[in-house]
């Protein structure tokens, strides 16, 4: 690429407009997701199965949707339940509150991936795939959080 190309890429983006930045977040976390799924698949088979790309893609998109999902309803309860206050029982039980909405919500995405793709998509191992599941998810936002650490360190 050369200087001009760099100099106009560099431009575009930062005059990109909100619907265009989440458009770019949420294309790169899926991707994210896709390869986490897909790196496991290939990788990790007895406890991960999806037939062909396509359903890695769509199973992606769909747990993406969730999380974002996820984070929002954290949010709204959150604010409803616990804006304005403060002190050690109110943040004791915001962590339990959070926490338990975000354990539940893998608990509906397996059952949503399960229903949506039956056994094309299958978590296997311990306590019906839910460990698998988890470890997965988990691996996801983590990878999301590096590449969002890593593209932010390149700003400065």
Known sequence: MTENEERDLSLSLQGMNRK???FVRYVVAILIDLTVLSLFNEFWPQFLHIET???SLFAAIILQVLL???LLAEHKVAEFFFKGKSGL?????RGITAWSMIFV???IMLKTISFAFGESVHF???VHGVIAFIIIITTMIISE???IKIYRSLGK
């Open 105 to 107: 919500s893998k608990l």
């Open 53 to 55: 790309f396509s359903l």
């Open 124 to 126: 296997g191992g311990p």
């Open 145 to 147: 959080q590096v590449v």
């Open 20 to 22: 265009q930045q989440l």
């Open 68 to 70: 974002q999902l996820t």
């Open 89 to 93: 029982v109110s943040n004791i039980l």
